[in-house]
């Protein structure tokens, strides 16, 4: 069984910076993927970001691509959202997830196995 735990959210102001952390407890941690989604009240949960647990490789959503950074730490099982230049309309919870399978579709939510409890982010005007 894997456990994620979100931290870093909060509440900013526009064009501020915020990172998010998540850090994987379980036996033998070794997804295939972690990724970084979001859900504001009302909408479905949406991709933000992705990365390749082994050899690093990152993908984004479009809406935040330049802005925001996926980045992780294996030894610590630990994956960041570092997240600049924020906008009102990045105003969400955001979730980690841990795909584990080689061939889960890691730019949607049902390609993932594991969700953490997730963490709000407010950005005001």
């Known amino acids: 069984q894997v456990q994620l735990v979100e931290s870093g959210g909060g509440s900013v102001q526009a064009g501020s910076s915020l990172r998010l952390s998540c850090a994987a407890s379980?036996?033998?941690?070794?997804?295939?993927?972690m990724g970084w989604f979001r859900q504001a009240p009302g909408k479905e949960r949406e991709f933000v970001a992705t990365?390749?647990?082994?050899?690093?490789?990152?993908s984004y959503a479009d809406s935040v691509k330049g802005r925001f950074t996926i980045s992780r730490d294996n030894a610590k099982n630990t994956v960041y959202l570092q997240m600049n230049s924020l906008k009102p309309e990045d105003t969400a919870n955001y979730y980690c997830?841990?795909?584990?399978?080689?061939?889960?579709?890691?730019?949607?939510?049902?390609?993932?196995?594991?969700w953490g409890q997730g963490t709000q982010v407010t950005v005001s005007s």
């Open positions: 379980g036996r033998t941690f070794s997804p295939h993927a």
């Open positions: 997830g841990a795909a584990m399978a080689w061939y889960s579709a890691t730019t949607l939510a049902r390609g993932y196995d594991y």
């Open positions: 990365i390749r647990w082994s050899e690093g490789k990152t």
